[in-house]
């Protein structure tokens, strides 16, 4: 049959095109279907960028790293903008820092900014606060702090943080004392004149804190905050004339509040400047993790560094958590610490947001995947926002020999590159970039570990920020010159009956503030010498979302 032969014949060829057709548009639904992956539930997805290696030094630099991130489903960029007194950014109060890789006219913070939410990611300027110095040679600018307020200073011009015996060089460097009044102000400027000038979505306090020291550690407390200023204030405090020794309890519980006051002198300013801010801090969570709430008081963040993380979160201060929780996977003991550790903060956010920092450096691919995994478990009714990763330049490393290394060791990377040669010599050679796809593990996976992110993911909502119910209260207390007067009692009280009355007390500037105060009007009066209501006073009024001021006089 010649009409059937035809069409048989007319099927054996078009039956290839066919299928040929259908396969092509198959694979061109299945690439739209990867493009238009639902995002996943809000989650923070972040990564530490570190200004020691490639990350935001040059526009190049900027431009993979917004490339990488948005490849791997990050969505947000923590960006080291201050390292050691330094800037990369322009026009701000400290010089540039100096980089062979890096053009002291390269506004890097104002173009991470600018590329970052071009595509739809959060930028978080992070912020050293009081590491200012490490090496022998001074800096090469003069501006620079230490070399103003470092070891040549005397007297009330030295800001640094010393031992008992005038030991001004920690393990990790010079530090600022947090109880010099002079470094509290300098400090204070730095972080809101970022704000001020830059459209960062956050800031985020690294280094907020005293720095570890040398040798075992003690009982109680730790030989560090001896700077004479300090002391001065503390003596003037507690009416005493002793150096207090190193495990003194009014000495350590003083240093922990010289922290905690500049904390919340730094996040309540800055948000009076942008009240949308989001304000996280990089947390210690070192060694065993407590056992309970109280028993926060007895580890190592209070204990060493006198950091007082968990009243933050209780307070208010802090809206991101971001501890550091780097350990190594293969290390039994540490990888129960890191279960520890981890349980613990996801009940001690309060009502807060927590990104729980995990050390990749430390780890194969497959094992960090495997931490993430565990910090996205909740914890009963408990549970993290999310996860930050340390770091962008050095995301893994091959498994290591199981070791009784500490738990959430400091990363190895604290100094700049050592580049040989000089400004005659031939050009330096500089170690090539990383490889792009080191963080490609975060969506292909690993080993048996499945990948941790497998589509796009929005950043969760902070309620307290998008539709505040409450307000804040800055203040100073000054003498009859202007200046600044510190210990002085407030008293805040919301007008109307059966109100109760909060009290705080003056930092060593005479600054006062509290947070979340309900809307309303509020009477400040200021205590007397011996505790009573004295006659200063002032009314202010709180709205939802704002900072009232008040200024006082003491008479």
């Not at 999310?386 to 490393?397: D, K, L, T």
Request: with cysteine; proline share 10%.
């Amino acid at each position: 049959m010649p009409g059937r032969r035809l069409r048989e014949t007319a099927s054996r060829t078009l039956l290839p095109a066919i299928i040929a057709v259908m396969a092509v548009a198959s694979a061109a639904d299945a690439q739209d279907r990867a493009r238009t992956v639902p995002p996943s539930a809000p989650e923070i997805r972040a990564v530490w960028v570190d200004a020691f290696h490639e990350g935001i030094r040059s526009p190049d630099e900027v431009t993979r790293l917004v490339e990488t991130a948005t490849r791997v489903h990050l969505n947000t960029l923590i960006v080291q903008v201050r390292r050691r007194g330094d800037a990369l950014y322009t026009g701000g109060l400290e010089p540039p820092l100096d980089d062979p890789n890096y053009a002291p006219s390269f506004d890097a913070l104002g173009d991470v900014v600018a590329k970052a939410h071009a595509a739809g990611l959060q930028v978080h300027a992070w912020i050293n606060a009081m590491p200012v110095w490490r090496d022998e040679a001074p800096p090469k600018d003069p501006r620079h702090v230490f070399n103003q307020h470092g070891t040549s200073a005397t007297g009330e011009n030295c800001w640094l943080t010393m031992a008992r015996d005038g030991t001004k060089k920690f393990p990790v460097g010079y530090f600022l004392d947090p109880g010099h009044p002079a470094a509290r102000d300098h400090l204070v400027a730095v972080y809101l004149d970022i704000v001020r000038r830059y459209d960062v979505d956050g800031i985020h306090f690294d280094y907020i804190r005293y720095p570890e020291t040398d040798g075992p550690a003690l009982p109680r407390g730790a030989n560090v905050g001896y700077n004479p200023v300090s002391v001065a204030r503390f003596q003037k405090a507690t009416g005493r004339t002793d150096v207090p020794e190193p495990g003194d309890e009014p000495w350590i519980r003083w240093r922990r509040e010289q922290v905690t006051q500049l904390v919340r002198r730094i996040s309540i300013e800055a948000r009076a400047i942008k009240p949308r801010l989001t304000v996280s801090a990089a947390l210690i969570p070192w060694g065993k993790p407590p056992a309970s709430p109280t028993d926060f008081a007895n580890v190592a963040p209070m204990q060493r560094i006198f950091q007082d993380w968990q009243s933050w979160l209780a307070e208010g201060l802090l809206d991101l958590a971001v501890p550091m929780n780097y350990a190594r996977e293969r290390d039994e003991r540490v990888r129960g610490w890191f279960n520890g550790w981890i349980a613990f903060e996801k009940n001690a956010r309060a009502s807060q947001q927590l990104a729980v920092g995990v050390g990749a450096y430390l780890n194969a691919p497959d094992q960090t995947l495997a931490q993430i995994r565990r910090v996205r478990m909740p914890d009963g009714k408990a549970s993290a926002n999310g996860v930050s990763i340390y770091s962008y330049f050095q995301p893994a490393m091959a498994p290591t020999p199981t070791s009784a290394t500490a738990a959430n060791a400091t990363p190895p990377t604290t100094s700049t590159p050592t580049v040989p040669g000089s400004a005659a010599a031939a050009p330096p050679k500089l170690p090539p970039p990383p490889d792009p796809g080191r963080l490609d593990f975060l969506t292909a996976g690993s080993g048996a570990e499945p990948p941790a992110f497998t589509g796009p993911a929005p950043v969760p909502t902070m309620p307290w920020i998008e539709q505040p119910t409450r307000g804040r209260l800055a203040g100073t207390v000054v003498d009859a010159s202007g200046r600044g007067v510190e210990g002085r009692t407030i008293r805040v009280r919301r007008t109307g009956w059966f109100r109760k009355t909060a009290r705080t007390t003056t930092d060593a500037n005479g600054w006062f503030g509290m947070m979340r105060l309900k809307p309303g009007s509020y009477e400040i009066r200021l205590e007397d010498r011996t505790g009573r209501a004295g006659d200063a006073r002032t009314k202010i009024v709180v709205n939802a979302g704002d900072v009232a001021r008040a200024v006082m006089t003491q008479r």
